[in-house]
């Protein structure tokens, strides 16, 4: 291996973007464990700057599994676009919660576009897949973690569209149950598509699924209308942040 003189800022960047690529390509094991050999030759990093960041493989593999979840993260929808899907589908579809169920569809779909591109969020995707049923208390604390957060994300959506429209959640622990059911369909189709099944059919079957369920899990609210300004104050019109 050639031996170049690099930062360590540029030795981390290189050995995270070899454990993404190489989690998303081939996912990772039972015990999610990243081979920390082939990820520093793929890297073209040597053994010796390798050691002077992380001081043995349990230091390694702390960093890499940081990594392999940091996709959990990534930015989707802006406020602008988010915005303008909102007033499309206000514009285009009768009866409020129609133009809701448009509207979180629509964005689900763009959503999903994004992701898609993302070797980073594949490799999360392919992670958490197999990380699930890894039995160390660590991984399992922190899977935990990310679901609770994007269970609360997806109410704090879900809220917002019930404020826009005019609508009020039907089950009686509110947006946070429909949240854990719109985040087991998200799952379930993500996951046909990132294995490699018909993409396709995977993302109808998803949109046809996201729209019953939002039908079954709201109603209007009689003597409301649609309120956009509602997702103004949200979302931040014209801010362009995520």
Known sequence: MARTHRSEADTRIRVSEAIIDYVAEHGVGVRPEIPMEV???????????????????????????????????MATLNADRALELARAAESSTPGRLEAAAEFL???????LDILLESDRWRAFVRFQAIAADDPTSEVGTLLAKIESEDIERIARIYETVAA?????PIPESGTRSIAEAVLLLARSSIGR????????SARGIYAEALRGLI???FREVPGTRVDLDAARRQWG???GEN
């Open 39 to 73: 990820i520093l030759e793929s890297a073209q990093v040597s053994r010796a700057s390798a050691y002077r960041i992380w001081r043995g493989k349990e230091a390694f593999g702390a960093f890499a599994l940081e990594q392999c979840v940091s996709g959990h993260a």
């Open 105 to 111: 569809c629509s964005a689900a779909d763009e959503e």
């Open 164 to 168: 826009v429209w005019g609508l009020v």
């Open 193 to 200: 598509i990132v294995s490699g099944r018909d993409e396709t």
């Open 215 to 217: 039908r079954g899990s």
């Open 237 to 239: 019109e014209g801010s």
